[in-house]
């Protein structure tokens, strides 16, 4: 079966290290938040000028004033700060955000990105995804695997405007976790129950296959 936008997150949250300065994006990154593993030590940067995010609150917890750059309501975890959105942005311009996770519309085997607009359709603006994927160097996008009608989003080429070019290394979809690298698809992960032929048939762009591809643990 597809992976669920919360077992996407929970093993997204595999991938951090003590230490880490994170970006979430807006929509399944940001549940990302709810599965950091217990005695880890991670800090979660919104864009909107939050270091410190924690997870979403309780009724009890909630703050209508204390929003993600997504709007919605977020906590603050032990030792948080707060800044304005040029700082926001000079640390991630800076290099200084040591992981950063978002969604995409499009990857291709080139590791070029598109996730902000479908030309045609009302946008709210690329938001700081441009910045992101520029200033960032260890970048994770998440995404459903093929749109509604089936068709592949895992790309030899792009066809939306792009965000940024040659970025991305690693994604995760609801069917697998896939490395990109020498102008391929590398399959390391399959989520549990999806066979390899189900990921490929839905994978546009080379795919590579090397050896037994082991199924994602939570």
């Known amino acids: 079966m597809a992976l669920s936008r919360e077992q996407i997150a929970q ?22 938040a709810n599965y950091v593993p217990e005695g880890m030590e991670v800090m ?19 703050d209508a004033d204390l929003i993600n750059a997504g709007k919605q309501t977020v906590t603050m975890a032990t030792g948080a700060s707060i ?16 992981l950063t996770v978002l969604g995409a519309f499009e990857v291709d085997v080139n590791g070029n990105i598109a996730s902000y607009m479908i030309p045609g359709k009302l946008i709210k603006g690329m938001g700081g995804a441009m910045d992101l994927v520029a200033g960032a160097d260890n970048i994770i996008v998440t995404m459903t695997h093929a749109s509604k009608h089936g068709e592949s989003k895992l790309l030899t080429e792009c ?24 102008g391929k698809f ?11 032929e189900e990921i ?3 994978t546009q762009g080379e795919l590579v296959i090397a050896g037994d591809i082991p199924e994602m643990t939570f």
């Open 83 to 98: 800044f304005d959105s040029a700082e926001s942005f000079a640390m991630i311009r800076g290099g200084h955000v040591d």
């Open 44 to 62: 979660l940067q919104s864009e909107n000028g939050l270091l410190g995010m924690g997870q979403f609150p309780t009724a009890e917890e909630l």
């Open 11 to 32: 093993r997204v949250a595999q991938e951090l290290q003590d230490g880490y300065y994170v970006n979430l994006g807006i929509g399944i990154p940001t549940l990302v």
């Open 159 to 182: 066809s939306l405007p792009l965000t940024g070019k040659g970025c991305i290394k690693k994604v995760l979809t609801d069917l697998a976790f896939i490395e990109i690298r020498d």
């Open 186 to 196: 590398h399959l390391l992960e399959r989520a549990p129950g999806v066979s390899v």
């Open 200 to 202: 490929a048939k839905l």
